[in-house]
């Protein structure tokens, strides 16, 4: 059995508009540490990160903590949203969760994210079975990996959109199945 700890990262500054490099707030950072104290017993034995910079700031107090390197996984990154038109992000997004193919101009639907993401975490599976693994991500991202083992979609996204940071523990049997699945935890923030 393979253990992999998703987790959402910590609150973000909405401020920055570079989806790559935007931080953590203060908050998020102070939060970050909840995180570590959560999983820094837990037998993790890999630390695997989208390369944006609050995913990677969300797990640097875990990878502190252990002495764990932090593995970067450019597949695991964001979803790119493209140039949408609009006044409500909220209704784009439920455009995307209606037609999973749908995407703005330059963007990627959810149908590519979920493949792309899925497919790093086969590999991941792969490469690390039987071992312990905290994995941070983001959002969107976490939202398509979950909805590809279950209905997720669009009312799970929403109920997590304020979740930051969010920890689900997912135990994956040696063919990729997943055995169990429990949220360990949920700090609620305002998405901003």
Same mark, same amino acid.
């Given at each position: 059995?393979?253990?992999?700890?998703?987790?959402?990262?910590?609150?973000?500054?909405?401020?920055?508009?570079?989806?790559?490099?935007?931080?953590?707030?203060?908050?998020?950072?102070?939060?970050?540490?909840?995180?570590?104290?959560?999983?820094?017993?837990?037998?993790?034995?890999?630390?695997?990160?989208?390369?944006?910079?609050?995913?990677?700031?969300?797990?640097? !107090? @875990? &990878?502190?903590?252990?002495?764990?390197? %932090?593995?970067?996984?450019?597949?695991?990154?964001? +979803?790119?949203? $493209?140039?949408?038109?609009?006044?409500?992000?909220?209704?784009?997004?439920?455009?995307?969760?209606?037609?999973?193919?749908?995407?703005?101009?330059?963007?990627? !639907? @959810? &149908?590519?994210?979920?493949?792309?993401? %899925?497919?790093?975490?086969?590999?991941?599976?792969? +490469?690390?079975? $039987?071992?312990?693994?905290?994995?941070?991500?983001?959002?969107?991202?976490?939202?398509?990996?979950?909805?590809?083992?279950?209905?997720?979609?669009?009312?799970?996204?929403?109920?997590?959109?304020?979740?930051?940071?969010?920890?689900?523990?997912?135990?994956?049997?040696?063919?990729?199945?997943?055995?169990?699945?429990?949220?360990?935890?949920?700090?609620?923030?305002?998405?901003?």
């Amino acid at each position: 059995m393979t253990t992999v700890y998703f987790i959402r990262h910590a609150q973000s500054d909405r401020f920055h508009h570079d989806d790559r490099t935007r931080p953590l707030t203060a908050e998020g950072l102070s939060d970050t540490h909840k995180v570590s104290e959560l999983l820094k017993n837990a037998g993790i034995q890999h630390i695997i990160s989208s390369p944006y910079k609050r995913t990677v700031q969300t797990v640097q !107090s @875990l &990878s502190d903590e252990t002495g764990i390197e %932090i593995e970067m996984c450019e597949m695991l990154r964001e +979803r790119n949203a $493209g140039v949408w038109h609009g006044d409500n992000f909220i209704d784009f997004i439920r455009q995307q969760w209606e037609d999973r193919n749908y995407h703005a101009e330059g963007g990627e !639907s @959810l &149908s590519q994210v979920q493949e792309r993401c %899925i497919g790093a975490l086969n590999e991941i599976l792969d +490469r690390y079975k $039987g071992q312990t693994i905290a994995l941070s991500t983001h959002g969107t991202a976490l939202s398509v990996m979950l909805d590809h083992y279950s209905d997720f979609g669009f009312r799970g996204f929403m109920r997590i959109i304020d979740f930051m940071p969010y920890v689900v523990k997912i135990v994956f049997s040696e063919d990729k199945k997943p055995l169990s699945s429990e949220e360990v935890l949920v700090i609620k923030k305002e998405y901003k």
